[in-house]
């Protein structure tokens, strides 16, 4: 069988089981907010795992790029930062999260510092959580397999991706995680042995790849690789995580879901960085990074096992794509027009059903504009964080903040760091990434506000 056509048979298969998912979920919608929101907090520790690593691993072809352009590097930049604050994460906020019995992150500000922070929120986390890196690495994809052009895939990446949302909500989310949870592993547990029989051991492929891809920073310099460990800060303000922690069983499965994961997440990237070292000893003249592991698969890998793999590449991006376009079409429907607005709680939802299409078309346009995966990242979460994190952090505090002065501080925040992006023209101006100034503005404003007492934050 010619490896496209098995690529095919094996895509095809993927699909229809989609199609049974949204099919499945059409006959059982959810009902109610909690229902549909969080899942009814009936998550158990498998089914939190298997939704969370799956989730928040979907920028696959991402690091195919950066491991083929900075070799190990990889693993201390979408790594290890990340494990850190995703320890911290289950560690002091998870129990507190679940405990709280919210729905999102915007309810939480809104109950510590009211309407305008949590605005102000809503609209952070929906630029935030749109999809556009994954939609984009989704429409490559399937441009691979199709000959199509970009922007058709990239459309109908989207419209895949959110259909069996719309009625299922959290529940469709995590029911087809389960197997894109075992998808994504299976893919690069057929990659790399292969890779190690077909092409070389250790030593072949540090005779093959430049020293810079075997040394930490890649050479690129310090403050490159630090400055990711700025950007991992949006861990802790990273609505996957609190969504899966509202939606746990009880406080026990969320905190141990995370550290359960953050085993998971170590085995996978040692197993992407690994490949990606390989694509580079291989694939010294790839055109395009972005292609790095597809390309390596179609390299080495026979027809019917290239398509196993294809398939593993498809559902880890689809399963970040769907759970985030439900994370900001609901923040855009419910927590930004509905509290806006001031609908009900029923109302909210109807509109967020229908935000899952300007969710799409928000992420595809984004998608197109950016071109780099990489790029996406970084800017997004350079802006971002420093709007989210001090505010976050307080509201699980103890100390009351005055709600205005938190609002000053988001949009100050947010704008320093607009601003410094905008000023560099896709550089760090003045040699200094965005995020640093946003942080600064932020704990500038707020830093006066402590009060020694005030009301405990939820959960807390």
């Known amino acids: 069988m010619e490896p496209g056509l098995s ?3 094996a895509g095809s298969a993927y699909l229809l089981y989609l199609l049974y998912a949204v099919l499945r979920v059409a006959r059982r919608p959810a009902t109610g907010a909690v229902d549909y929101l969080v899942a009814g907090r009936r998550l158990t520790l498998p089914a939190f795992v298997a939704t969370l690593v799956s989730t928040w691993y979907g ?43 919210l729905l999102s992150v915007p309810d939480l500000l809104e109950l510590r510092f009211g309407r305008g922070p949590a605005l102000l929120g809503a609209g952070t986390l929906f630029v935030m959580t749109a999809p556009a890196a994954y939609v984009l690495m989704l429409g490559v994809l399937l441009q691979l397999a199709s000959g199509w052009p970009l922007p058709v895939c990239i459309g109908l990446g989207a419209l895949l991706s959110v259909a ?55 050479g690129l310099g310090w403050q490159a690789i630090f400055v990711w460990y700025f950007i991992a800060l949006s861990t802790l303000v990273e609505p996957a995580f609190y969504q899966r922690c509202y939606a746990a069983r009880d ?3 969320a905190r141990r879901g995370i550290l359960v994961s953050i085993a998971f997440w170590i085995l996978f990237d040692f197993l992407t960085t690994t490949a990606g070292l390989y694509a580079r000893a291989a694939l010294p003249d790839l055109a395009d990074p972005l292609q790095a592991f597809p390309a390596l698969a179609e390299r080495v890998l026979p027809g019917f096992w290239q398509g196993v793999f294809t398939v593993g590449l498809l559902a880890t991006i689809m399963s970040t794509v769907d759970s985030y376009s439900f994370i900001a079409a609901v923040t855009l429907g419910r927590d930004l027009l509905g509290r806006w607005r001031g609908w009900d ?6 509109a967020s059903q229908w935000c899952l299409v300007a969710t799409a ?7 197109l504009a950016a071109g780099s995966v990489v790029t996406l990242w970084k800017v997004l979460g350079s802006i971002g964080t420093p709007v989210l994190l001090l505010p976050l952090a307080l509201a699980h505090g103890a100390r009351a903040v005055d709600g205005r002065r938190v609002t000053a501080a988001m949009a100050a925040a947010g704008g320093a760091a607009l601003a410094w992006t905008l000023a560099g023209r896709g550089a760090p101006w003045l ?27 939820a959960g807390g």
């Open 164 to 218: 069996y949302v719309l009625r299922g909500g959290l529940q469709a989310v995590v029911a087809t995680d389960r197997v894109q949870f075992v998808l994504m592993f299976a893919g690069f547990l057929v990659l790399v042995p292969v890779c190690v029989v077909e092409l070389g051991g250790w030593q072949w492929l540090r005779a093959q790849v430049p020293p810079s891809h075997l040394s930490w920073d890649g």
């Open 361 to 367: 078309a928000a992420a595809v346009a984004m998608a």
């Open 59 to 101: 920028g696959i072809l991402g690091v195919g790029e950066y491991a083929w352009r900075n070799g190990v590097s990889n693993w201390l930049v979408f790594g290890l930062p990340y494990y850190l604050y995703a320890g911290v994460f289950a560690l002091l906020l998870a129990a507190r999260a679940r405990r709280s019995r």
């Open 251 to 253: 406080e026990r499965t």
């Open 7 to 9: 690529s095919w048979w």
């Open 431 to 457: 040699g200094v990434e965005p995020i640093f100034p946003g942080l600064l503005v932020s704990a500038a404003v707020l830093g006066p506000a402590w009060r020694r007492r005030g009301p405990v934050a």
């Open 345 to 350: 709680e029923a109302r909210s939802l109807r």
